[in-house]
């Protein structure tokens, strides 16, 4: 677990400076926030008490599996989305549009719209499936979607007025890759 969230945020570091010049990047590419700091730590503590109270719970190994493969499927597609999209994955959404910025629509994006984010969901819920974490599995996968379906309405509209009638068409043709956000 340990190995697979500093694989996560040390290679989001790595990849943020190849794209963007070390000069543009700070420490929010390693996308620490506080209340993901607090999701953590929560984690941490239901596998201490449970390992403590209920030993027996964590030993599903083949729960524990079925979590790591979702782990390695996130990390994949995130980073696929990373590399593909290039210079146009920012960490912060972009509200003007640069000269450079295009619109990616092929790779993992011609698969669903938000691989970045569809594969940070699967990672996330992965990590806590791992744990055999009952708690923080529901609680994970809540508040991450729910974020994300509150910022991709957020990140379209401006994708639209960026791209117009070629952002309506592309959404329209490919689904968002977040279950139940359109
Ligand atoms: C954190 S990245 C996430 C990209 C995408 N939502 C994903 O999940 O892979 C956010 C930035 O990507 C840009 N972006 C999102 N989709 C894009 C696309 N298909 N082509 C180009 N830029 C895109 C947005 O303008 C925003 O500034």
Redesign the pocket.
């Known amino acids: 677990m340990i190995l697979a969230v500093f694989f996560f945020h040390s290679s989001e570091y790595v990849l943020a400076i190849s794209f963007h010049g070390s000069s543009s990047v700070t420490l929010q590419s390693l996308l620490i926030s506080k209340n993901y700091l607090f999701a953590m730590l929560f984690s941490f503590m239901e596998y201490f008490v449970e390992i403590f109270f209920f030993p027996g719970l964590k030993e599903y190994w083949w729960i524990s599996n079925v979590g790591l493969v979702m782990v390695i499927i996130g990390e994949i597609i995130r980073k696929l989305?990373?590399i593909t999209?290039g210079q146009?994955?920012?960490?912060?959404?972009?509200i003007h549009r640069e000269e450079h910025?295009?619109?990616?629509?092929h790779g993992?994006?011609s698969c669903v719209?938000?691989?970045?984010?569809?594969?940070?969901l699967i990672w996330s819920v992965g990590t806590q499936i791992m744990l055999c974490n009952p708690i923080s599995t529901i609680g994970f996968a809540i508040v991450v979607w729910k974020f994300f379906a509150e910022r991709?309405p957020y990140?379209e509209y401006?994708?639209r007025q960026?791209?117009g009638p070629q952002?309506e068409e592309?959404a329209q043709r490919v689904p968002s890759?977040v279950p139940f956000v359109e």
């Open positions: 989305a990373i999209a146009a994955f920012t960490h912060l959404i972009k910025h295009k619109l990616v629509t993992v994006y719209r938000h691989p970045g984010y569809c594969g940070f991709i990140e401006f994708l960026f791209f952002y592309y890759g």
